[in-house]
């Protein structure tokens, strides 16, 4: 166990020495990385990708972080739908490419309109939204922009969510903040293909 350390040690000393940000998973998995991993791939995500395969850097982080995910993602009480919205509009706000990439197909699949995902994308509060969505919109980006929820926003998720839609859409918000913040601290790319934000090219 403690040459397998001092090898990972080895590895990230001469990472940073070459100033080279971390990619994705470590080189090698000790058993308690490997037993996380295998479980998170095995569960509702089916694999470990993005802020997850960064987190088992550290296997607690990842531990604690991927239990919570997986109940914000997948058994919050927002229609999926929504529940998906409020991530893009986390990943536009922080402009984090993966984090985007990945959530903007999920939304379209599960019958987010492509004009809403355009909106979210360029900033801008879509057209028309029905009222559920447009309290969440607005709860989501008051925090994310103002730090402060209005009485309007907060009342019209209470009402269509309860109370447990209340502290979940924020918790969500937060969650998805620590993700696009991992991400976008070792400049995650999205292997093959073009940002979405401009960040590069998709050719390097």
Known sequence: MTELYSKAAATNRERIAKLERLTGL?????????ALHDRIASGPRGRVAGPLALWLHSPELCERAQ???E?????????????????????AHHRCDYEWHVHAQIAEREGL???????????????????????????????????AVSDAAYRGVAEHFGTAGVVELAALIGYYQIGAHTLNAVEFR????????GRYDGTG
Not at 79 to 89: G, N, R, Y
Not at 190 to 197: D, L, M, Q, R
């Open 26 to 34: 470590p080189d090698t998995l000790d058993a308690r990385q490997q």
């Open 67 to 69: 239990a919570l995910g």
């Open 190 to 197: 999205i292997p093959g293909a073009p940002s979405p934000f």
């Open 113 to 147: 309109p492509a004009d809403t995902i355009a909106a979210v994308k360029a900033g801008r509060k879509p057209d028309g939204l029905p009222e559920d969505a447009d309290a969440l919109y607005d709860f989501a980006t008051g925090l994310l922009r103002d730090n």
């Open 71 to 91: 109940h914000l993602r997948f058994n919050n009480v927002l229609p999926k739908a929504l529940s998906e919205m409020t991530i893009l509009i986390v990943s």
